[in-house]
């Protein structure tokens, strides 16, 4: 790290300024949130070690993401991963490139989400994973009355999947408030492998956001999309070059990871969701719409002007313009002298052969 200040010094920075953040929007953090953002910040912290990123450069953009780790109380820790920290490389106005640390949900932070937050959501079962060759047959509607899909698996693992099946409980009526158990019947949300294509677009599109001949790519892409599969996109040394397709959707032990994901996140967005408060809602479309992700980065990417580590001299000694309670000062008197403030800890350096593994980026909503 170009700046080495611990990791304690970071986290007694951001975690109150976090529970402050959720306090303004009638939010009081829990224990499970304060769990979620220290974490974060724990597998945040390692891979600004392991780049050697400045604290001093990222200050917002970690503030950003830990106050959405909290709203969506997305556990790093948790095993599967819910979440996951990498960093991306992008090139502000000026033509200069710089790094910045950036967030996606694991397929498993979705099926939480879905569970916390799904309308009328009582049970999300474990997901079909209906691979070429296995016998699949779709529901039939009698009216209002629902046949389940059938899945014979072959068990043949090195197929490609082709679908993706969501059984989950829903549900039946309202809610009276009182004790009495609700009805539920079970609904089958599927999508399919080709429907990734509009995601591989919008990775594609975003990818070249900030190229002079945009314009020319973009159109030679959709033309070669229209009448090409998924993995015909993605097998195309040329659409790899115009769309600049990261190693994580193209690569062979990667591919089938990133498609599935895709697939089960377009399930989970498709179902809708109650936040019941604004800023729950207002991050978790941060986090699955990748429009808003490319705003957010136009927003923050020249904001980081104060310097980390006044910020926690400061925010350790005054109390800030939000009426935030903090430690002030003792006064001294003629017979005392001051005591020496400490110096904060200094983050052991990172061994020179650690590394984390990378993981593919989310690259939300197609366009």
């Not at 300024?17 to 939010?27: D, F, T």
């Not at 014979?152 to 409980?169: A, M, N, Q």
Request: with cysteine; hydrophobic share 30%.
């Amino acid at each position: 790290m170009k700046n080495e200040v611990s990791l304690n010094a970071v986290s007694n920075y951001f975690v109150p300024q976090i529970e402050n953040q959720l306090r303004k929007s009638a939010l009081d953090m829990t224990p499970y949130q304060k769990m979620c953002v220290t974490g974060a910040m724990q597998q945040i912290y390692q891979v600004m070690i392991d780049n050697e990123m400045d604290p001093n450069e990222t200050r917002n953009n970690i503030s950003d993401i830990l106050l959405t780790v909290a709203a969506l109380q997305l556990n790093a820790n948790a095993e599967p991963r819910e979440v996951y920290f990498q960093t991306r490389n992008f090139k502000d106005r000026q033509g200069n490139w710089h790094k910045q640390i950036e967030m996606g949900i694991e397929g498993d932070g979705n099926d939480a989400l879905l569970s916390r937050f799904g309308r009328n959501v009582a049970y999300v079962h474990p997901f079909w994973l209906v691979r070429q060759g296995d016998n699949f047959e779709y529901p039939k509607h009698m009216g209002i009355k629902l046949t389940p899909p059938t899945w014979e698996p072959t068990g043949d693992t090195d197929k490609k999947v082709i679908r993706v099946v969501y059984p989950i409980d829903m549900y039946v009526g309202p809610d009276y408030g009182n004790d009495q158990e609700r009805e539920t019947t079970t609904e089958y949300f599927i999508t399919e492998r080709e429907q990734v294509k509009n995601n591989l677009l919008a990775h594609m599109s975003n990818n070249i956001m900030r190229e002079k001949d945009k314009a020319d790519r973009l159109k030679k892409i959709k033309e070669f999309a229209k009448d090409h599969t998924l993995d015909e996109i993605l097998d195309n040394a040329e659409m790899i070059r115009l769309g600049k397709i990261s190693p994580a959707w193209r690569e062979p032990q990667s591919r089938e990871t990133m498609i599935i994901r895709k697939m089960r996140n377009n399930i989970v967005k498709k179902i809708p969701k109650d936040f019941n408060n604004g800023l729950v809602q207002l991050k978790y479309e941060e986090a699955t719409n990748d429009s808003l992700k490319q705003m957010r980065r136009d927003v923050t990417e020249e904001a980081n002007t104060e310097d980390f580590d006044d910020a926690v001299q400061e925010k350790q000694q005054t109390a800030d313009q939000n009426g935030e309670i903090v430690d002030q000062p003792k006064p001294t008197t003629a017979d005392e002298q001051p005591a020496e403030t400490p110096k904060a800890p200094v983050a052991p350096k990172a061994p020179e052969q650690s590394t984390v593994p990378s993981q593919p980026a989310d690259e939300g909503d197609p366009f």
